[in-house]
T-cell receptor
Framework: GENVEQHPSTLSVQEGDSAVIKCTYSDSASNYFPWYKQELGKRPQLIIDIRSNVGEKKDQRIAVTLNKTAKHFSLHITETQPEDSAVYFCAARNTPGGKLIFGQGTELSVKP | DAGITQSPRHKVTETGTPVTLRCHQTENHRYMYWYRQDPGHGLRLIHYSYGVKDTDKGEVSDGYSVSRSKTEDFLLTLESATSSQTSVYFC???????????????FGPGTRLTVL
């Protein structure tokens, strides 16, 4: 079955620096790759997603890149702010309506 | 909040007792999911449903059962709770109505379950 590996598990950056989180997936049929942000004690919330026919997508300070050949995708956060501190999860899906398989999560800490 | 609620939000129970968690949605979404979240493991799928009375197992389904007799309710049951089932449980729905590949999956607020 599908497996998603996420690295690093923890990441600490200074405010204003960039942060990059990487995920690899095993099923080449996967076509949808969302990223979720989870603040302490809250539900995971979708922040950006990318489809397999797109190599890169941006939304203000966040961007996601996808390399289908290598089966990996990454989240990039620029000009980090303390409110970006949270746990971030990547995920992959290969069938309509089907299950999302999540990575293990990355705890991002942005220090003022 | 896409009309999704979970109950109870917190529960403490003893080993060997049955526990049922409820997920309720108000917008007639077809696909519903139950995940558990544990440190170091991310979100792992327990069971999911693609319609009334249509359910399937996820990656960590042992010890859990589900039922969906109405579109709006998806119940997760621990027949005989164990300490290893102490976790935070999230229900989720696919926001599309036909189960499209790119439908956003929206999460409920979560239930914190402690099994003593």
């Amino acid at each position: 079955g599908e497996n998603v590996e996420q690295h690093p598990s923890t990441l600490s950056v200074q405010e204003g620096d960039s942060a990059v989180i990487k995920c690899t997936y095993s099923d080449s049929a996967s076509n949808y790759f969302p990223w979720y942000k989870q603040e302490l004690g809250k539900r995971p919330q979708l922040i950006i997603d990318i489809r397999s026919n797109v190599g890169e997508k941006k939304d203000q300070r966040i961007a996601v890149t996808l390399n289908k050949t290598a089966k990996h995708f990454s989240l990039h956060i620029t000009e980090t702010q303390p409110e970006d501190s949270a746990v971030y999860f990547c995920a992959a899906r290969n069938t309509p309506g089907g299950k999302l398989i999540f990575g293990q999560g990355t705890e991002l800490s942005v220090k003022p | 909040d896409a009309g999704i609620t979970q109950s109870p939000r917190h529960k403490v129970t003893e080993t060997g007792t049955p526990v049922t968690l409820r997920c309720h949605q108000t917008e007639n979404h077809r696909y519903m999911y139950w995940y558990r979240q544990d440190p170091g493991h991310g979100l792992r799928l327990i069971h999911y449903s693609y319609g009334v009375k249509d359910t399937d197992k996820g990656e960590v389904s042992d010890g859990y059962s589900v039922s969906r007799s109405k579109t709006e309710d998806f119940l997760l049951t621990l027949e005989s709770a164990t300490s290893s089932q102490t976790s935070v449980y999230f229900c989720a729905i696919s926001l599309g109505f036909s189960g499209g590949l790119f439908d956003e999956q929206f999460f409920g607020p979560g239930t914190r379950l402690t099994v003593l």
